[in-house]
Every structure is written in structure tokens, then in C-alpha cells.
């Protein structure tokens, strides 16, 4: 099966590739490069262009006959979501929405969609389900909700079989550690700790250390970034079956701030310096996923549970990038 990976060259969508390939797909990346690095792809077909071309989208489509799709190509930071919504609207939902619409044209009926647990805001009780309140924040956890419900309706009308899997916070480096986490800028808490451990930070922050957690700093959710890409294997073959499909991908485990920090400390035999700081708006005190329904319909697993291995991974593949993927 010829698969189209949307945002192939970023974190998630290279690690997809990867592991598509391994599993005798054949992966074709589609990227603009403003996120994603070249060097992440491998030997796939790289095919560089926007989600914003609906020609070239088409043509893609056709050149290769591709029978699915998988969509990682999103702007994913909140603050900046914040601070630029039309960008984050544009991207998010318009461009998918083209997507759709050459997928359409094309007679390309499957999709894989990238969505994430900010579709649930503030959830009222964790862990989470799939059926918890969609209540966003944020310009992107709205694009995000939006982006869904454009998926479900287009379903509807029989032209598209579309699984929605929604991500806590996925981590570590993937294909045996080859593939790791390389934003520029950096916000994501496991790189920016590891950055300090490896003296490229001269400390690291914990926003809010009171909150009513045993440890007193925000607990999340983390999930390794093999586990999260097995799921959309399970998920895409179950797409034979079903319409449309909606999952949590998450270890339904959750581990704070001072954790992770204490690991990376652990894991690199690096002590550095952090510092309190104030609570930062809207950070909730607990996300945590329930991932039942994946688990029993899907027949998914998480390998790779545990935080230190977590962390292991991803402080391999950063001492062997110290600066991240060549330009």
C-alpha cells in the first residue's frame, strides 16, 4: 500500500515513514520543509510542496496511486496559536481542508488525522476518555477540534474512511533511536531538559511548583514515539472496517515535571540547575489519558512505558545530534 505522509518531515511524520517502511509500506513524504528537516526522511520519496497547492496535492495523488493518508502536517504551538490564530487557522483547517478536497478529487477514501487531547481543554475529571467534553482554549486545540469535525462530516457522505487519534505527549527517539525531537525553537519539556543537561540551557523552569499534586508541579501524560506510531498502523488497518474511528494514544500514566527532570539527571549522570517560576495560564494540574478503547479495539500496546527508557531513548539520539538534524 502507497501511503501519503503528510508532514513527513518533521518529528512524528519521519518516525511514521520509518516505521512504514519497515513494515513494507511505501511511504510518500509530503513536506514544505518549514518544520521538517530532509535528513529525517531516508530513502522515502520526498515530495516538496504545501498543503496549500490543491494541484500539486492532486497530482501527488494520482502520480503515486495512493490508497492512504496520514496527516502530521500542523502548527502545534499554543502560545504562538495564541499569538497568530488566523496563521494556526489557515494551516490547520483550511489546508486540510484542501487536502480533502484533492483526496476527493483523487479517489484517495483514507485518512490517518494527527489530532491531540487539546480538543478536550480543561477536561473536568481524569483520566481522560474519548467521550470527555471537547471544550479547546486555545487557537489550536479549536483548529485542531475543527479540523475533526470536518473529517466526520465529509465521512458522511461515503467518500472518506478517516481515524482520528488524539496524542498526549508524545516523546523519545524512534527506529532505534535514530529519530528523535529537533524544534527549532525548542518547547517540549524531555529536549529542553536534556538540552540542559548537556549545558546548551543554562537552567531549566518549573512553572508552578504548588499544585495539588504530590510533588506540587503539573503531572502529563507521555507516550514514546514507536508507541504512538504502531497505533496508526492498527488504526489504518482497521479503516478497512470502519468509517471513522476515534482514539486517545497515551500510557493512561502520568508523570510530573520534577519527574522528568530527576530522569534526564538520572539517565545522563548531568546535574543542572532548575529554577521555580510562576504558574503559567491555563496549565492544568493533571492530564492523563484513558486509552482503554484503543487497547481493546485496536489490539495496541504500549513497549515502551517506562519514563527512564522514555528518556533514554531521546538522550541517545540527542548526543549523537548535538545540533540537531544537519541543514
Known amino acids: 500500500m502507497r501511503i501519503l505522509v503528510c508532514g513527513g518531515a518533521g518529528y512524528i511524520g519521519s518516525n511514521m515513514t520509518a516505521m512504514l517502511t519497515a ?12 518544520t521538517g528537516h530532509r535528513r529525517a526522511v531516508g530513502h522515502a520519496d520526498l515530495v516538496q510542496g504545501d498543503l496549500a497547492d490543491y494541484e500539486l496535492l492532486v497530482k501527488t495523488l494520482k502520480k503515486y496511486k495512493i490508497e492512504a493518508v496520514m496527516h502530521f502536517a500542523a502548527l502545534i504551538e499554543v502560545g504562538e496559536s495564541v499569538q497568530n490564530p488566523l496563521k494556526y487557522y489557515h494551516n490547520n483547517v483550511s489546508c486540510t481542508q484542501t487536502l480533502l478536497s484533492a483526496m476527493e478529487a483523487a479517489g484517495a477514501q483514507k485518512l490517518v488525522f494527527s489530532s491531540t487531547a487539546a480538543v478536550y ?114 488504526a489504518l488497518g482497521k479503516l478497512d472496517q470502519s468509517c471513522e474511528l476515534i482514539y486517545n494514544l497515551g500510557n493512561s500514566e502520568g508523570y510530573s515535571v520534577r519527574e522528568v527532570i530527576e530522569t534526564v539527571k538520572k539517565v545522563s549522570g548531568k546535574d543542572f540547575k532548575v529554577v521555580a517560576a510562576d504558574r503559567r495560564p491555563g496549565d492544568a494540574p493533571v492530564l492523563t489519558s484513558d486509552a482503554t478503547k484503543a487497547k481493546n479495539e485496536l489490539g495496541w500496546k504500549t513497549k515502551l512505558p517506562e519514563l527512564e527508557k522514555i528518556v533514554a531513548t531521546a538522550w541517545q539520539w540527542h548526543n549523537e545530534h548535538p545540533d540537531g538534524y544537519p541543514d
Open 23 to 34: 513494515e513494507g509500506y511505501e511511504p510518500v513524504v509530503f513536506d514544505n520543509l518549514s
Open 121 to 234: 481543554g480543561r477536561p473536568e475529571r481524569v483520566p481522560i476518555t474519548e467521550d470527555s467534553p471537547k471544550k479547546p482554549i486555545n487557537p489550536y486545540g479549536e483548529t485542531k477540534w475543527a479540523a475533526e469535525r470536518m473529517c466526520y462530516y465529509q465521512s458522511q457522505t461515503g467518500k472518506l474512511r478517516y481515524a482520528s487519534l488524539r496524542y498526549f505527549n508524545a516523546c523519545g527517539a524512534g527506529n532505534n533511536a535514530s529519530l528523535g525531537e529537533d524544534h527549532r525553537p525548542e518547547s517540549h519539556l524531555i529536549p529542553l531538559t536534556i538540552q540542559a543537561a548537556m549545558g546548551k540551557r543554562p537552567q531549566i523552569p518549573i512553572y508552578g511548583t504548588d499544585y495539588p499534586t504530590p510533588d506540587g508541579t503539573c503531572i502529563r501524560d507521555y507516550i514514546h514515539i514507536d508507541d504512538l506510531c504502531r497505533a496508526h498502523l492498527l
